[in-house]
């Protein structure tokens, strides 16, 4: 078996945990996931099940997240999970102040990932540092927010924003909790967290653990075809004979002028049949195309 699974992560596991349980119910040792989901989080998490796991770095990029954002609240993780640092009223903030701020966090902007993050310093996880009582001073990181938009708003003592969240890969939702919390002087934590899309697949159309158990035990469950998952990138269609000496591992001449160092669908041009992924190499003796990952 391989393919992809559309797995909706449910709060109080992990991204790992998720992958034993498939590895579990589908008895192949061969799974992996497309992007960590922090154990609060729910929602999309793309898992990939035996010689599809070498493709997981080609799904589309782009995520899309429902947050929600607590005012007067802040904690050592910069969601609920962590231990509380400051805990204080802030009904005095309004929904149209929040709005005006919004903008700034919108295009490419620096943003410093949260303390208790997966991100190494000097070899180190975050996590493990902060969890020692190590001070570290945690590099910033340039990323992408394409939208940033009010889903609701919650007046109260420690008032509650739903955003909805269209950003690119490595932004830290948490982070922009805390910062927009900094920015009105209130503080602010992540209250809740659900991916809604994540490496083009959505969560209307996501399993769920016990969905996936049931499909498993009624032999029906069907893995999504990777051909099916990889339609953003361009594609380059070989000639039967250059197509089973691409799969060998051969490399020759690009049978049509490409961009270099950019991923290639591979395709049988007699079948149509995907045959994996291919890349242009320059060479001094002129560009040939390498096989990447060969399915």
């Known amino acids: 078996m391989q393919g992809f699974l559309n797995f909706y992560k449910p709060q109080g596991m992990s991204s790992h945990d998720c992958v034993g349980a498939v590895r579990r119910l589908s008895g192949i040792r061969k799974v992996g996931h497309g992007g960590t989901l922090d154990p609060l989080a729910e929602g999309v998490l793309p898992i ?5 796991t070498r493709l997981l770095p080609y799904l589309p990029e782009g995520k899309v997240y429902r947050a ?9 993780t910069d969601d609920l999970e962590g231990d509380v640092l400051t805990d204080h009223p802030a009904g005095h903030l309004t929904l149209p102040a929040l ?21 190494q310093v000097q070899g180190q996880r975050l996590y493990d540092l902060a969890r020692r009582g190590k001070a570290v001073t945690v590099p910033s990181r340039t990323v992408t927010i394409h939208r940033l938009t009010v889903a609701h708003w919650q007046p109260g003592s420690q008032p509650e924003l739903t955003l909805a969240i269209d950003c690119g890969p490595g932004t830290y939702i948490r ?5 927009l919390g900094d920015r009105l002087g209130t503080g602010a934590t992540l209250a809740h967290l659900t991916r809604t899309r994540s490496g083009g697949f959505d969560a209307a159309h996501s399993l769920t653990l016990e969905a996936l158990a049931n499909l498993v035990e009624q032999q029906m469950l069907e893995l999504i075809d ?6 953003h990138l361009p594609a380059i269609a070989l000639p039967p004979d250059l197509a089973r000496r691409w799969q060998q591992g051969q490399k020759f001449p690009p049978t049509m002028v490409i961009p270099p160092q950019t991923p290639y669908r591979v395709l049988n041009e007699s079948s149509g ?3 994996g992924i291919g890349q242009l190499e320059e060479r001094e003796e002129g560009p040939i ?5 060969v399915l």
């Open 289 to 293: 195309l390498k096989a990447k990952m």
């Open 273 to 275: 049949k995907f045959l």
């Open 99 to 119: 709005e005006a701020l919004l903008p700034k966090f919108e295009g490419t902007i620096e943003q410093v990932p949260p303390a208790f993050s997966a991100i």
């Open 68 to 76: 929600v954002v607590r005012f007067g609240l802040t904690t050592t």
């Open 175 to 179: 982070s922009i909790a805390r910062d």
């Open 48 to 52: 990939a099940v035996g010689r599809a």
């Open 226 to 231: 990777p051909a099916a998952c990889l339609g």
